[in-house]
């Protein structure tokens, strides 16, 4: 997953934080409620990164040139590397990674294929959309967890270079057939909407998730502070759309 070009401000400032945000993640997942919320969040990101290697490299067959291909493969590598460190994290913390994806894969999976790219650029508008509205909402949890898991959460999250990638790509497109870009604004925008469904759906199915959300576990969001996050989600959205040269 990847947040390009970073564009929502940082939530919160971990270093001035009090509580679980400047403990260790050994004394942090003594409170059993706060471990269940990581193992959770570690379990729906690491679903996320290995889905989003899979739809990584079916694109990479509607690559245009060789060039492209070869630059999907490159990216779909790095999604599968974060992948890997986070099944490696869920084992180390004596849990089962599949045990800890399964409970999100259906709603990953229902969210893809109600949003499969009917050509080459949907599907990178859908990855740089899509996958960075994930990653806005992960780092805006980040910033309330442990010191060891919020390092590895926003290591993951690093640009695999698929932004900037799509944004010369469809910036290129719309030039060339400036009627693209209205196919593609109304295709961004359904995206916008089913991510943040999917996004509060999973939430809403795991007490856990949620109550670290609208607070109850140490530095959890309160219920204006979820709000304030969406709004800055949106306005990220919408910072993004302009980049591709789309309305928002």
């Not at 269940?36 to 990584?56: M, N, P, Q, S, T």
């Not at 089962?96 to 949003?115: G, I, N, V, Y």
Request: a negative charge; aromatic letters at 6%.
């Amino acid at each position: 997953m990847e947040t390009p070009d970073h564009a929502t401000d940082t939530p919160a400032d971990p270093s001035g934080a009090t509580g679980i945000a400047t403990q260790d993640w050994a004394t942090a997942a003594a409170d059993p409620q706060y471990r269940a919320a990581v193992v959770d969040l570690l379990g729906a990101l690491a679903y996320g990164e290995l889905a989003a290697f899979e739809r990584l490299a079916e694109d990479a067959k509607l690559a245009p040139t060789l060039g492209d291909k070869a630059e999907l493969a490159k990216m779909a590598a790095a999604e599968f590397h974060h992948f890997e460190q986070l099944t490696e994290r869920l084992t180390a913390v004596d849990e089962e990674p599949t045990a800890a994806m399964e409970p999100f894969a259906k709603a990953l999976d229902d969210f893809h294929r109600q949003t499969a790219p009917s050509d080459w650029l949907e599907g990178l508008v859908k990855a740089y959309v899509g996958d960075s509205i994930a990653s806005d909402f992960y780092r805006e949890v980040a910033a309330r967890l442990d010191t060891d898991t919020r390092s590895l959460v926003l290591s993951v999250l690093d640009d695999t270079g698929h932004g900037n990638f799509a944004v010369e790509k469809v910036r290129a497109a719309i030039e060339a057939d400036p009627r693209v870009g209205g196919r593609l604004a109304l295709w961004a925008r359904r995206l916008m909407g089913e991510a943040l469904s999917q996004a509060q759906r999973v939430v809403a199915d795991r007490d856990a998730l949620s109550t670290m959300l609208v607070g109850g576990v140490a530095d959890g969001f309160d219920l204006a502070e979820v709000g304030r996050m969406f709004s800055r989600i949106t306005e990220a959205h919408t910072k993004r759309m302009a980049a591709l040269g789309l309305a928002a």
